[in-house]
């Protein structure tokens, strides 16, 4: 089935320690995204890439790094993890690139509490 | 400052219509998104305006005002699965999406 892989689901992180949320489509889509979602807030652009090989920051990038060595994965790091890192992570792709209006399809969502 | 703003809860009874208003001020425009969310999974496209006007997609209608800076999402002969938060998401001048934080509609029965 077409669609975004994340993983993991779930995790409990202590501080301080570094995490990856993995990300792979396989719908060739050529944009990728990390958003963040908390209770009472929109979701919260994290950091972007409009293609493979390129990225950049959205809203609310401090903490996190992205890397985007092929169309299909899209990792999300946080290098040295802190509580208020605690949220859902959600991976979106969407296939217009860096123009256009585009719809975006997520992934399921990697639920990460640090504590 | 860009800003979406949504009612965060609606309460609705099965078979009724709902209405979940959006009110969006962003840098410039190129339309605005309504996505689906159920509990504890992802959010999914239900539509996307960028003219004035009224779409119709079976029960689900979604309407946009430019001039007014508002959108509707309008639900129709509402069933429980239509139990979820409903999300709306405008464009900006640089296609960067805003979010506002999503209506929590329950449906009763």
């Known amino acids: 089935i077409a669609g975004i892989t994340q993983a993991p689901t779930s995790q409990i992180l202590a501080a301080g320690r570094r995490m990856t949320l993995r990300c792979t489509q396989d719908m060739r889509h050529n944009a990728m995204y990390w958003y963040r979602q908390d209770l009472g807030l929109g979701l919260r652009l994290i950091h972007y890439?409009?293609?493979?090989?390129?990225?950049g920051k959205g809203e609310v990038p401090d903490g996190y790094s992205v890397s985007r060595a092929n169309t299909d994965d899209f990792p999300l790091t946080l290098a040295s993890a802190v509580p208020s890192q605690t949220s859902v992570y959600f991976c979106?792709?969407?296939?217009?690139?860096?123009?256009?209006?585009?719809?975006?399809?997520f992934g399921a969502g990697s639920r990460l509490t640090v504590l | 400052g860009q800003n979406i703003d949504q009612p965060t809860e609606m309460t609705a009874t099965e078979g009724a219509i709902v209405q979940i208003n959006c009110t969006y001020q962003t840098s410039g425009f190129n339309g605005l998104f309504w996505y689906q969310q159920h509990a504890g999974e992802a959010p999914t496209f239900l539509s996307y305006n960028v003219l004035d006007g009224l779409e119709e997609k079976g029960r689900f209608s979604s309407f946009l005002s430019r001039s007014k800076g508002y959108s509707y999402l309008l639900l129709k002969e509402l069933q429980m699965k239509d139990s979820a938060s409903y999300l709306c998401s405008g464009v900006d001048s640089n296609y960067q999406l805003i979010w506002g934080a999503g209506t929590k509609l329950i449906i009763k029965p």
């Open positions: 890439s409009n293609t493979a090989g390129t990225t």
């Open positions: 979106a792709s969407s296939g217009g690139g860096s123009s256009g209006a585009n719809v975006l399809t």
